[in-house]
T-cell receptor, first 110, second 115 residues
Framework: SQELEQSPQSLIVQEGKNLTINCTSS?????LYWYKQKYGEGLIFLMM?????EEKSHEKITAKLDEKKQQSSLHITASQPSHAGIYLC??????????FGQGTRLTINP | GAGVSQSPSNKVTEKGKDVELRCDPI?????LYWYRQSLGQGLEFLIY????????KSGLPSDRFSAERTGGSVSTLTIQRTQQEDSAVYLC?????????????FGPGTRLLVL
């Protein structure tokens, strides 16, 4: 079965700094999702990537999928306190379910 | 429009009791999923419903777990004879179609604590 490994497991950055979270798959990714989780809010969908080399941006968050479709990165520019939370990458496994990485806990220090 | 809703938001129960968790998917979404998030296991798939097809129960951890979806909309996840290891956050998601690359939208979850 497919496994996703995220790094780092936790990250503490100063407000205003840039940061990157990585997600590596044991198999080719056919659909890679990034979600953010805050307590009491479930998982909030951020972006979905499908094609090798694809890059998407929303506000200050950019996600990329490498050409080989086995690694994705999530980059946040000029981090803000609102970016704090747990970031999860997920990949489609079959048509019915997502498998997830263990998550990256992001803390933003003012 | 309204997102996925779940109830209760928190549930504390005693070991051995049965619990029911409810999920209201986004209106018009035909696919519904249940996941469990626990400290040791991360986020795990439990069960999937699509229309009137037989559900994919491959992720249910034991026969104490069951789920149903009535009228193709609301779903209930039932845990019988709860154990302490059932303590977790139970998340429901829905999507507009099954198969292919579709985005699953998640509810806020139900936090279950078994004492």
């Amino acid at each position: 079965s497919q496994e996703l490994e995220q790094s780092p497991q936790s990250l503490i950055v100063q407000e205003g700094k840039n940061l990157t979270i990585n997600c590596t798959s044991s198999k080719t990714l056919y659909g890679l999702y990034w979600y953010k989780q805050k307590y009491g809010e479930g998982l909030i969908f951020l972006m979905m990537l499908q094609k090798g080399g694809e890059e998407k941006s929303h506000e200050k968050i950019t996600a990329k999928l490498d050409e080989k479709k086995q690694q994705s990165s999530l980059h946040i520019t000029a981090s803000q306190p609102s970016h704090a939370g747990i970031y999860l990458c997920g990949a489609t496994q079959g048509a019915q379910k997502l498998v997830f990485g263990q998550g990256t806990r992001l803390t933003i220090n003012p | 429009g309204a997102g996925v809703s779940q109830s209760p938001s928190n549930k504390v129960t005693e070991k051995g009791k049965d619990v029911e968790l409810r999920c209201d998917p986004i209106s018009g979404h035909t696919a519904l999923y249940w996941y469990r998030q626990s400290l040791g296991q991360g986020l795990e798939f439990l069960i999937y419903f699509q229309g009137n097809s037989a559900p994919d129960k491959s992720g249910l951890p034991s026969d104490r777990f069951s789920a149903e979806r009535t009228g193709g909309s609301v779903s209930t996840l039932t845990i019988q004879r709860t154990q302490q290891e059932d303590s977790a956050v139970y998340l429901c998601a829905s999507s507009s179609k099954a198969g292919g690359i579709v985005t699953q939208y998640f509810g806020p979850g139900t936090r279950l604590l078994v004492l």
